[in-house]
Every structure is written in structure tokens, then in C-alpha cells.
């Protein structure tokens, strides 16, 4: 299995860790000297106190942690946060409250999972014509209910 380097940036932060021994995505905490507090409505960068160096042709993907988003309405704002290969800055995790409620996130909560994946970056032609498919030109439901 290949490995990743994280540099700690602050003391206090944590490496991220896997739920499970088959879990796709690792768990990010945050790093904070004290809590925050995030009203309904907002948006908040929460640190993780970490840099990774994600290998050459792949991206670290953020995702919601599902009972996060699900039990406390709390998810990144930008739904999939993506950190580049070339990226050696600290992981922030922008938070969205989508709940009624204000949530407090405190040192070491678990706020976001990374999954680490493959990136094909094609170049860009301009083409005068595609190639035909079935589906052609059909947009959102064109395929059914």
C-alpha cells in the first residue's frame, strides 16, 4: 500500500485515519485552540493543523462525513473540496450549517473524510463535431424518472 506524507503544522493535529480496515475515506480533524461555533446559514473554515503531499496524477478528494451531514446538518460548502497534487498548504475544511441549530466543532472532531484517487487530465481540442451516441443530446431526466 503506498504511503502519504503528512507534515504536522501545529501541535495538537493528527494524522487522518480510517474508520474501518475497508473504509475509503479517512477521517480529517480539526485543529483548533477553541471551539467554533457555526450559526445556521454559515460557513466557516475549520483547520486540520496538516499538509499532505497527494502523489503526482491523483487528487485528495474532501468529502461530508455521513453522520455529520446526515445528524448535525454540518458538510463542506463546496460539497467535494479537491487538494491537488502541487498543494503543500494546510487541509481547511469550509463548513456549512445546513441545520436550524448552531454547531460547535471542537479540537480533534472528526469534520470531513479524504479520499486519495487516480486524475486523468486529458487535453482539450476543439472539434467541430462528436461523435453520435444513443443518448445524443438529451439533458437531466432524458434517460427516465
Given at each position: 500500500m503506498e504511503k502519504i506524507n503528512v507534515k504536522l503544522l501545529r501541535s495538537g493535529a493528527q494524522l487522518p485515519s480510517y474508520g474501518?480496515?475497508?473504509?475509503?475515506?479517512?477521517?480529517?480533524?480539526?485543529?483548533?485552540?477553541?471551539?467554533?461555533?457555526?450559526?445556521?446559514?454559515?460557513?466557516?473554515p475549520v483547520p486540520t493543523g496538516i499538509a499532505l503531499e497527494v502523489p503526482r496524477n491523483c487528487a485528495g478528494l474532501v468529502y461530508a462525513r455521513s453522520g455529520l451531514a446526515c445528524k448535525q446538518g454540518l458538510a463542506p460548502a463546496n460539497k467535494v473540496g479537491v487538494i491537488?497534487?502541487?498543494?503543500?498548504?494546510?487541509?481547511?475544511?469550509?463548513?456549512?450549517?445546513?441545520?436550524?441549530?448552531?454547531?460547535?466543532?471542537?479540537?480533534?472532531?472528526?469534520?470531513?473524510?479524504?479520499v486519495i484517487t487516480p486524475v486523468f487530465t486529458p487535453g482539450f481540442i476543439q472539434a467541430e463535431d462528436l461523435s453520435c451516441t444513443s443518448r445524443g443530446n438529451g439533458g437531466f431526466g432524458s434517460t427516465g424518472k
Open positions: 474501518s480496515e475497508e473504509a475509503a475515506g479517512a477521517d480529517l480533524y480539526a485543529c483548533l485552540d477553541e471551539d467554533v461555533t457555526i450559526s445556521p446559514g454559515e460557513t466557516k491537488d497534487s502541487d498543494y503543500r498548504g494546510e487541509v481547511l475544511v469550509m463548513l456549512h450549517n445546513h441545520s436550524s441549530e448552531d454547531r460547535v466543532i471542537s479540537h480533534g472532531d472528526r469534520i470531513a473524510q479524504i
